[in-house]
DNA sequence: AAGAATGAAAT
DNA sequence: ATTTCATTCTT
């Protein structure tokens, strides 16, 4: 049938059943750049009249590939044929976002009947919030348009490739990354890749994406300190702007180097180039044993970054990125501060205290250890890192490897085993669930912030480091300093599995775990309101991005090492897992603990290196943007917008620390990737959720109305909790399965509707739920429409409807099954419901999310931060600590900082 | 790998 | 009108 699809299908992934093998499982990608400008909201509206300009972005490789991009091309470099994901539509967000719901309450129900279930709720749904889902989908396709621009949802017949199959399994691509060419489609040659892949080009995208994320996070924190904003947007702005070109290119560039492992001789050859940097940064230009011209460009300013650091630093010897790094996040906190400092006084010199900076310190420390540690450690950390990750880094490697792109990368499928083990682990230990997560409420974030940023900013250009790290471990010296190492080491070995998005998948596993165990009692019991679900879930879920895999408790983020003191009383604190205040405190103690030095005396001179090359500002870039994702769950415009930037890189530093350094072992390919699932994510998460007691009542309210709504659907027979679970569960699966014959013979042939059982009945009450835990919906028969139903694909519909309609009087035997199972289900529900709602959903603030469903609608969003209430936050930790940290002698460097940064908004 | 569901887009 | 495919994840 599929003829019309195109041969192209047919013929060519023959292999499958004809299909192209499906994707299944990537995160949808990124792309969808749309840049925020400013910080102001123009956000909203914006995307499309930026969108012009955008599509320099877009095309940025100007290649046709699309990918060329900088480090994702590696991966992308395939990508041209991957093509991104088609952006999910309403009903999937909603599905993707309540699934976690529906699983909760129904452990036992398999996916499809899950989808059933939030089919129902679907159709049930208030069209208000219907319609914030709907203006999100829309939102997420346009962005993803705007990103590709040529791109269609079904896959150009052209693609005759062929193969697509055996190449290599055709693994997800990071199809985020950039958008694939318009044209890629059309003909274009897949693979450029190569070519491009030199890191040369650079990001088109870079500049007015990434100034924007910058801006807005200073400004935010600038607006939070103090009220004004005023010089400061402008003034960054404009620095950015000029900056623009090469400070992005190059640290893009540099972030590429170092992650891209894309060339094609192997290990080896990636540890020449990482080589080469290092020795650039370190030694010094002399060095360059590598040709590539354009590092040759992002090396001077590393050079003199490294320079002035080691001069500041009397060791620095070998170890040049070490210093590059720590320059790197020096420089990015002098730009809070400074920004900080702006306000307060930017005339001359600022004697202010406010230096915080307490990530230099703590930078500066670890670099030292590194320093010690490992001078010349393997360079090929990439090389290495990928040893280590055998699967993924394997993959990533031999992909480049070869000149001949091989098509596909084999990410997808392994993500999915991936993430399958882990889910049945989970399922197998109810116990392991619940674990460490803390959920981290919205506080929590602040630290996941400024842990974020060291991350990213590490991430981002070090990705050299990152992986040594983890390939030599402890090893020689073991300062107590490192406490990412210890850390790294310990994640890595529980999961090293998920990588990417362990997130959502972990929340939603974790609550199943402790939903299952709950549940049984539950089920037991049958007491109608069913006290349990003590859930406390419900931060969980906003945060659930931020925190960290499971995984060992360690997660803690800590800042940086400080002191061996400090270093002590923050791994008390960090310790235990359990209290969200501690982690609080650790977030706030990692600032108070900087350990001094005085390295402001390069500053100064680092800055102005660093803007005039430009890398302050994607230094820049790269802080706000971790400190973006984190913060920023709310995306208080439903709108807001989808930067480009945000898709960059975040998405692992935010999850964790350590996730950015295993991701780059795993994937170092996509750095970027992350960003645009955070992104997404937030905006996502901004999305209300919905109790099932939402449904109830609407359901309810729905039914009165309409009566039939989705009565006749088949509800979704929910395997009930109980011991008789298992019979249930059968029934249950029986009844999908005929509902599954039905409809495929529905759609082979008509012919046979499945008359089956006169039985099965089963309508149960329409929607689920009914609030009664006893009731049977049997009360209204009313028949029903001709509505479509949700349920049962499309074509299903009436006719089969018909027959699953419940005889007149009742219920056949199934039914009562089924209805049972709905007692059983809305018992939990109820409860669950609402506490459910007000944790989890929306939460933080007001509790007033239960009710708000039908309010939440039409407000907006719901509780979660906005934006602005981030920074503002984040501005005063900053704040914070710089008095805690005044001992620091930061404020030179403030001064230093001060000035320059006068300058440059002159600029 | 199939499949449940809905919807957007393409055919 | 019909077919693809996006997401999730069990079976």
Same mark, same amino acid.
């Given at each position: 049938m599929k003829g019309g699809g195109g041969g192209k299908e047919p013929p060519v992934e023959g292999e499958v059943s004809g299909k192209r093998p499906k994707r299944k499982c990537l995160q949808w990608h990124p792309l969808l750049a749309k840049k925020a400008p400013d910080f102001s909201e123009e956000e909203e509206e914006e995307d499309e009249e930026e969108l012009e300009k955008e599509p320099v972005l877009c095309v940025e490789s100007g290649a046709q590939e699309g990918e060329s991009g900088g480090m994702e091309d590696e991966s992308e470099e395939y990508s041209s044929e991957q093509r991104a994901r088609r952006p999910m539509n309403a009903f999937l967000l909603f599905c993707k976002r309540h699934r976690s719901l529906v699983r909760q309450e129904h452990p036992r129900l398999?996916?499809?009947?899950?989808?059933?279930?939030?089919?129902?709720?679907?159709?049930?749904?208030?069209?208000?919030?219907?319609?914030?889902?709907?203006?999100?989908?829309?939102?997420?396709?346009?962005?993803?348009?705007?990103?590709?621009?040529?791109?269609?949802?079904?896959?150009?017949?052209?693609?005759?490739?062929?193969?697509?199959?055996?190449?290599?399994?055709?693994?997800?691509?990071?199809?985020?990354?950039?958008?694939?060419?318009?044209?890629?489609?059309?003909?274009?040659?897949?693979?450029?890749?190569?070519?491009?892949?030199?890191?040369?080009?650079?990001?088109?995208?870079?500049d007015p994406n990434k100034m924007g994320g910058l801006s807005m996070l200073l400004l935010a924190g600038?607006?939070?300190?103090?009220?004004?904003?005023?010089?400061?947007?402008?003034?960054?702005?404009?620095?950015?702007?000029?900056?623009?070109?090469?400070?992005?290119?190059?640290?893009?560039?540099?972030?590429?180097?170092?992650?891209?492992?894309?060339?094609?001789?192997?290990?080896s050859k990636n540890a020449e180039d990482t080589s080469s940097l290092t020795h650039v940064e370190a030694s010094g230009p002399s060095q360059p044993s590598s040709p590539d011209l354009p590092k040759s460009c992002v090396k001077s300013p590393l050079f003199q970054l490294a320079e002035q650091i080691s001069s500041s630093r009397p060791q620095s010897a070998s170890e040049g990125r070490q210093c590059g790094q720590s320059a790197l996040f020096q420089l990015a906190e002098m730009c809070l501060a400074s920004e900080a400092e702006k306000m307060e006084?930017?005339?001359s010199q600022p004697s202010g205290g406010s230096s915080s900076l307490c990530a230099q310190h703590s930078l500066s420390s670890r670099v030292t250890e590194e320093h010690e540690d490992t001078a010349e450690l393997p360079i090929t950390t990439t090389s290495s890192a990928s040893s280590s990750s055998s699967s993924t880094s394997g993959s990533t490697s031999s992909s480049p490897t070869d000149t001949t792109p091989s098509y596909l990368s084999p990410c997808k499928t392994l993500k999915k085993k991936k993430k399958k083990k882990e889910n049945k682990d989970s399922y197998e230990n109810p116990a392991s669930p619940k674990k460490p997560k803390k959920r981290h409420s919205p506080e929590s974030d602040l630290d996941s912030v400024m842990f974020t940023i060291e991350a990213v900013a590490k991430g981002a250009w070090g990705s050299e480091e990152t992986p040594r790290k983890k390939a030599h471990p402890s090893e020689s010296e073991s300062s107590p300093i490192m406490d990412q190492s210890p850390a790294v080491k310990k994640k890595t070995k529980p999961k090293p599995k998920k990588q990417l998005k362990l997130k959502d998948d972990d929340a939603e596993e974790e609550e199943e775990g402790d939903e299952e165990t709950y549940k049984p009692q539950d089920v037991e019991m049958k007491t109608e309101e069913a006290p349990l679900t003590p859930k406390d879930e419900c931060e969980n879920e906003p945060d659930m991005k931020v925190e960290p895999p499971v995984g060992v408790e360690d997660t803690t983020p800590h800042c940086s090492p400080l002191h061996p003191t400090e270093?002590?009383?923050?791994?008390?604190?960090?310790?235990?897992?359990?209290?969200?205040?501690? =982690?609080? *405190?650790?977030?706030?103690?990692? @600032?108070?603990? #900087?350990?001094?030095?005085?390295?402001? &005396?390069?500053?100064?001179? /680092?800055?102005?290196?660093?803007?005039?090359?430009?890398?302050?500002?994607s230094l820049r870039a790269n802080v706000d943007r971790g400190k973006r994702g984190s913060l920023r769950?709310?995306?208080? =415009?439903? *709108?807001?917008?989808?930067?480009? @930037?945000?898709? #960059?890189?975040?998405?692992?530093?935010? &999850?964790?620390?350590?996730? /950015?350094?295993?991701?780059?072992?795993?994937?170092?390919t996509t750095p970027g990737l992350g960003k645009l699932e955070e992104e997404f994510e937030k905006k996502f998460n901004s999305l209300p959720q919905y109790s099932p007691l939402t449904f109830d009542k609407k359901s309810v309210a729905i039914t009165k109305k309409k009566k039939n709504s989705t009565s006749s659907p088949p509800e979704p027979p929910k395997p009930c909790k109980g011991s008789s679970s298992s019979q249930k569960k059968t029934l249950f699966h029986k009844i999908v399965n005929k509902y599954k014959h039905r409809k495929e013979k529905s759609s082979a042939t008509d012919k046979d509707v499945v008359p089956t059982d006169p039985t099965v009945g089963a309508e149960t009450s329409p929607v689920l739920k009914s609030g009664?835990?006893?009731?049977?919906?049997?009360?209204?028969?009313?028949?029903?429409?001709?509505?479509?139903?949700?349920?049962?694909?499309?074509?299903?519909?009436?006719?089969?409807?018909?027959?699953?309609?419940?005889?007149?009087?009742?219920?056949?035997?199934?039914?009562?099954?089924?209805?049972?199972?709905?007692?059983?289900?809305?018992?939990?529900?109820?409860?669950?419901?609402?506490?459910?709602?007000?944790?989890?959903?929306?939460?933080?603030?007001?509790?007033?999310?239960?009710?708000?469903?039908?309010?939440?609608?039409?407000?907006?969003?719901?509780?979660?931060?906005?934006l602005a209430a981030l920074a503002e936050v984040a501005a005063m930790e900053n704040v914070h600590r710089a008095q805690r940290a005044v001992s620091i002698p930061t404020e030179g460097q403030v001064k230093d900082m001060a000035p320059v940064l006068i300058s440059c908004a002159d600029q």
């Open positions: 398999d996916n499809r009947g899950a989808t059933k279930i939030l089919a129902d709720w679907w159709a049930v749904l208030d069209p208000k919030e219907k319609q914030k889902y709907t203006d999100m989908a829309k939102e997420y396709k346009d962005a993803f348009m705007k990103a590709n621009p040529g791109y269609k949802w079904c896959p150009a017949t052209n693609k005759p490739v062929k193969s697509p199959s055996h190449s290599v399994s055709n693994a997800r691509k990071k199809v985020w990354s950039l958008p694939s060419n318009p044209s890629k489609e059309s003909s274009a040659a897949k693979k450029h890749p190569k070519t491009d892949s030199t890191p040369q080009l650079n990001f088109a995208m870079a600038e607006h939070a300190l103090t009220a004004r904003e005023i010089s400061s947007s402008s003034s960054q702005t404009g620095c950015a702007d000029v900056v623009k070109h090469t400070g992005k290119s190059a640290l893009f560039q540099l972030a590429e180097i170092s992650s891209s492992p894309v060339q094609p001789a192997g290990g006084a930017r005339s270093l002590e009383e923050k791994d008390t604190d960090s310790k235990p897992p359990q209290t969200r205040q501690e =982690d609080r *405190e650790q977030e706030v103690k990692p @600032e108070t603990c #900087g350990s001094r030095k005085s390295e402001r &005396s390069c500053k100064g001179a /680092l800055y102005k290196t660093l803007v005039s090359e430009g890398m302050l500002t769950g709310s995306v208080s =415009d439903h *709108e807001g917008g989808w930067n480009d @930037e945000s898709w #960059g890189f975040s998405q692992a530093a935010t &999850s964790n620390p350590k996730k /950015l350094k295993k991701s780059k072992s795993k994937e170092e009664s835990p006893c009731m049977s919906p049997s009360p209204e028969p009313q028949k029903v429409l001709d509505t479509p139903v949700g349920s049962q694909k499309r074509k299903a519909r009436k006719s089969k409807i018909t027959h699953l309609v419940r005889t007149a009087d009742g219920r056949v035997s199934p039914a009562q099954e089924d209805k049972s199972k709905d007692q059983t289900k809305n018992q939990d529900e109820k409860p669950f419901s609402q506490e459910t709602l007000c944790n989890r959903g929306v939460c933080y603030n007001d509790p007033i999310s239960v009710e708000s469903d039908v309010t939440d609608a039409s407000g907006g969003l719901p509780a979660f931060f906005s």
